[in-house]
Nanobody, 116 residues
Framework: QVQLVESGGGLVQAGESLRLSCVAS???????MGWYRQAPGRQRELVAL???????VYSESVKGRFTASKGNAKNTLYLQMNSLNAEDTAVYYC???????????WGQGTQVTVSS
């Protein structure tokens, strides 16, 4: 069974940094992996995507502040978030797309709260 588990969320002050981690288990090869977030009353939105080929993709609102990367273990994903502001407050979800089937998998989410 494929599982994605996020960690690293928390409460920080505006201007501070956080690093989120995601570990995928279950023995499945993942192609694209990415981070999404959902704030209260809003739709889930893409934050950063690392495709299987090509350049990383970032939402305009986080460009220059957030950096997504993969760990040495292929199914590990990170999100370094700098210069956080109140608008970054949301539940952050890790997403992975299976290489063979294209099926998408989601983590349970980790809360990031930025106080201003």
């Amino acid at each position: 069974q494929v599982q994605l588990v996020e960690s690293g969320g928390g409460l920080v002050q505006a201007g501070e940094s956080l690093r989120l981690s995601c570990v995928a288990s279950g023995g499945i090869a993942l192609a694209a992996m990415g981070w999404y977030r959902q704030a209260p009353g809003r739709q889930r939105e893409l934050v950063a995507l690392i495709p299987s080929v090509g350049d990383k993709v970032y939402s305009e609102s986080v460009k220059g502040r957030f950096t997504a990367s993969k760990g040495n273990a292929k199914n590990t994903l990170y999100l370094q978030m700098n210069s956080l502001n109140a608008e970054d407050t949301a539940v952050y979800y890790c997403n992975g797309r299976a290489l063979i089937t294209g099926r998408q998998y989601w983590g349970q989410g980790t809360q990031v709260t930025v106080s201003s």
